[in-house]
């Protein structure tokens, strides 16, 4: 017995597929869950350029953490105004997909 013999006989080809990522089934999210994010997001950049902004004020009492307090009190006044322009909406941008196709 040769094993050709066992191989089928007739070749099926596969249908085509279309994949899901090519015509755009992904739903968008709604405006409220949009919203949501980046009011948490805004928000979480604010603390942290509270925080930021608390602890360099609070360096600046001395000569020497003045050095390291005005950049940390910069780098937080930046962080609050950054948050308040993402809340509300100048941080509208488009995700790039790096994925191959």
Partial sequence: MNLM?????????????????????????SWWTRFKSRALLSLIIGIVGLILSAVGALLTISIIGAAIGIPLLLL??????MAGYLFLGGGNFRVISLRSR
Avoid: F, H, S
């Avoid at 990522?21 to 992904?26: L, P, R, S």
């Avoid at 937080?76 to 105004?81: E, L, Q, S, T």
């Fill in 5 to 29: 013999d066992n191989l089928p006989a007739q070749y099926y080809p596969e249908p085509e597929v279309i994949e899901p990522e090519v015509v755009d089934y992904e739903k968008k999210p």
């Fill in 76 to 81: 937080g006044i930046g962080a609050i105004v």
